[in-house]
Structure formats: structure tokens, C-alpha cells
């Protein structure tokens, strides 16, 4: 590398863990870290949970204290803008700042909330869940709310439910599918959550539209229905799915199709220019048979870590093709879904008798494609392991509780 060493578009997990992981692995040149929010990199996934539940402060959702960063001579940029690439002249232009050189570009922006296509989606007491300041603001609310409508029963959604029953409140979610996580999970799955929320309070309105939301005084008071129903509301939380931040890789003419198109080795089509995490869309052949064919995006801890520490791996010298399994988890209340593998709403379910929680194993064209669990991380455990190393594990095996997982994980029979 020359002395313009390596840029970093996006401070969050992918984007950090590929700075970490280069200084880790012996990088020595120049290494910057750009990022347009303020403060230290830090983990997302507890603002829907811990963060709001008092459980953690923001302290302890940093990923490395500051010290961390300066050790490593890892050129933190917070509160900076990435407002064009220039791939000609290996420039990235910011928003108040000089340009910054790169050999080697790495795009790690994630991705953002689709917001909420109505008039009123503004009014206070309204909020999406994204970063630490949407989570300060909708504590804030949280402190004196007593009805609470939740549009989205996807996991972010579900997670702040189980938050605000377990605060007592009146807590409805609002969802245009016919189940909860309807395209993410089984429909055994959707029921145990389902019923898991409504135990605790929360109800559901499924296959529902939504025709206005109603203000008092710029505050929101309820959230009205295509069929006519209004729920009393003080605070709204959206969640209805993410949109990458790929418009900066699009003009400057890099390939994009919700998300920037990479290789096996996380490299877009100019070879100084690699992207991973939220904003990728990659190939793997844990996709195949889906309908959007053997290439995929992925939102996840998970695949932002391990893309991080692949891609950092072939920036020194080490290439290898991304082909982690991809799981994922969510706390709904006290229970843990864990999903290894990748499933379509279409594959068969296989459900595995258990005393306490559920397992779940998906098939689609006669071959296990993903395993969800509630409650039970050593068949989690299992298989991530079976579907690594591609096992065949039959339906009928994965129906009788009696058979050893943990044996044919380890490579037995």
C-alpha cells in the first residue's frame, strides 16, 4: 500500500471490526474511520432491548473505549459526511472536511428505516429506532407513555412489545402480514411469539392498513386503520424494514440492486472498492433456491463481524470466498429466537418435540436450509454446525427428539 493507506465509509460493526481487524492482523499504514454519527462505534442490537429496558447504559454499548482507537492509530472521524467518491483520482469528498486519499476503499454504510408513507409521521411522540439518539429520544417518551402502538411486527418491533409490556403498558401492533416476522420465520414460530406477546398483553392487529395517524397539540394521539379502527396512541414506534445506503456507490458507478453488488471476496467491480455488512449484496450458497436467487443481503451482527474479518483477511494478503452460515437472534420478552441458515416463506417445516421452547427445521427441496429455536441454544449450536458443513440431516432424523444433533454436528451418524 502507499501512504494513502485505507478508508472506512461507516463506523458501525462491519465498519469497525474491518478497522480492528486489519490493525489486529498487522496492518501498518494509514487507516481511517469515517462515520456520520457522534461518539464511538458501538453495538445497535441492545438499543431495542437492554438499552430501553435500563439494562446497559451507553457506555456499555461502546465497542472499544477510545483508548482502544488511539492504541491502534485508527483515524476515528465521527459526525463525518461521505459526500461523493471520486474512483478516478481515489478520493472521498466529506461534508466540511478535506478530501481523503484511499488505495483501498471499503464501503460499510448499512442501511436506514423506510419511513412511514402517511402526512402525520412526524408529529412528536413518533419515532423510529436506528441509532443511540432515536433510542434516547424514544426513552424519553417511554417515560411517560401509557399506550403505545407499534407498526411492524417484525423483530424490532416485537423486541420494544415485549419492553413495553413488561413495563405494564398498553402496548398494540399494528402488521399488513398475516402473523408476526412473517417473512423472516415459520409459522410455528409466529404462533409460539404470538401467543408468547399476547400472554403478556400485547395485542395484535394483522393484515391491517394504516389510514392516518391523528394529532392534539403536534402530539400524536391515535393511529387509525384502514377498516376504521383507532387505537389510542402517545408514542408510535415504525419498523418496517431498512433500505441500504448504497446512493454514494450508485453515483459514483459502482453496480447496486438494493445493495452494492460484491463478489465471493467482497470486492465490487473496481478492485479498489469492497463493500460488506447492511449495504452488501453478496453471493452464497446458503441463498440458493430463494427467490431472489443465490445472492443475498443480509442484516445482521453476524454477517457484519464475519464479513469484516474476511475482507480484512484478503486486504492482507490472505483471500478466501465468504461462506459463513448466516444466523441471526432476537429477545422477545424472556424468550431468545436463534435462526441459523437462511429459509423462504415455501419450505417445509419440521418440528422438533421438546419439553420446553421450539425448534424448527426448515427444508426446501429436500435439504435443510435453516433451524430456528426458542429457548434452545445447543440445537442452535448444532446446527450452525450441520448446515457449515452441508450434513444431511433427514426430516424424519430432525423430527425425533431422540436423535443425537450434537453427535452428527461433531460428525457422527
Known amino acids: ?50 438499552y430501553l429496558a435500563g439494562k446497559v447504559d451507553a457506555a456499555g454499548l461502546a465497542l472499544r473505549a477510545r483508548d482502544y482507537l488511539i492504541e491502534h492509530r485508527i483515524d476515528h472521524r465521527p459526525g463525518s459526511r461521505a459526500l461523493a467518491i471520486d474512483r478516478v483520482a481515489r478520493l472521498v469528498h466529506l461534508d466540511g472536511a478535506a478530501p481523503l486519499a484511499y488505495d483501498h476503499l471499503v ?33 424519553a417518551d ?10 411492524g411486527a417484525g423483530f424490532i418491533g416485537l423486541e420494544f412489545a415485549g419492553v413495553c409490556a413488561a413495563r405494564g403498558l398498553g402496548v398494540h ?40 395517524i391523528a394529532g392534539r397539540d403536534g402530539r400524536v394521539a391515535a393511529v387509525d386503520l384502514a377498516d ?31 445493495g452494492i453488488l460484491v463478489d465471493a471476496l467482497l470486492a465490487t467491480g473496481d478492485p479498489a472498492v469492497s463493500a460488506l455488512g447492511d449495504v452488501a449484496r453478496f453471493p452464497s450458497r446458503f441463498a440458493a433456491g430463494l427467490p431472489g436467487g443465490d445472492v443475498v443481503r443480509i ?65 426446501r427441496s429436500g435439504r435443510l436450509s435453516a433451524v430456528e429455536t426458542v429457548d434452545r441454544g445447543a440445537d442452535h449450536m448444532a446446527a450452525r454446525r450441520i448446515l457449515a458443513l452441508g450434513l444431511d440431516l433427514t426430516p424424519d432424523r430432525a423430527a425425533d427428539p431422540g436423535y443425537d444433533l450434537k453427535a452428527l454436528a461433531k460428525g457422527g451418524a
Not at 409459522?187 to 408468547?196: D, G, L, N, W
Not at 415455501?346 to 418440528?351: G, K, L, R
Open 142 to 151: 417511554l417515560a411517560t407513555a401509557r399506550s403505545v402502538v407499534i407498526v
Open 228 to 258: 376504521g379502527t383507532s387505537l389510542p396512541a402517545d408514542l408510535v414506534l415504525v419498523g418496517i424494514g431498512v433500505i441500504p445506503n448504497q446512493e454514494i456507490a450508485a453515483q459514483a458507478g459502482l453496480a447496486t440492486a438494493d
Open 1 to 50: 500500500m502507499s501512504t494513502a493507506g485505507i478508508v472506512i465509509l461507516g463506523a458501525g460493526q462491519a465498519g469497525f471490526q474491518v478497522a480492528a481487524s486489519l490493525r489486529e492482523g498487522g496492518f501498518s499504514g494509514p487507516l481511517a474511520l469515517v462515520g456520520d454519527e457522534p461518539g464511538l462505534p458501538y453495538q445497535r442490537p441492545p438499543l431495542s432491548k437492554a
Open 299 to 363: 442484516e445482521s451482527v453476524q454477517n457484519a463481524v464475519d464479513q469484516a474479518r474476511c475482507l480484512s483477511a484478503r486486504l492482507l494478503g490472505r483471500p478466501a470466498p465468504y461462506d459463513a452460515v448466516p444466523w441471526f437472534w432476537s429477545d422477545q420478552g424472556p424468550h431468545k429466537l436463534q435462526i441459523a441458515g437462511l429459509s423462504a416463506p415455501t419450505d417445509e417445516e419440521v418440528v422438533r418435540p421438546a419439553s420446553t421452547g421450539l425448534s424448527v427445521f426448515r427444508y
Open 173 to 212: 401492533v399494528v402488521e399488513a402480514a398475516d402473523r408476526p416476522m412473517a417473512r423472516a420465520v415459520s409459522s410455528e414460530t409466529a404462533a409460539f411469539f404470538r401467543a408468547a406477546h399476547e400472554g403478556a398483553g400485547v395485542r395484535f392487529a394483522f393484515g391491517a392498513g394504516l389510514r392516518s
Open 107 to 139: 464501503l460499510a454504510m448499512g442501511s436506514r428505516n423506510r419511513s412511514l408513507p402517511l402526512a402525520d409521521a412526524d408529529l412528536a411522540g413518533v419515532h423510529q429506532l436506528r441509532s443511540l439518539a432515536d433510542a434516547d429520544r424514544l426513552q
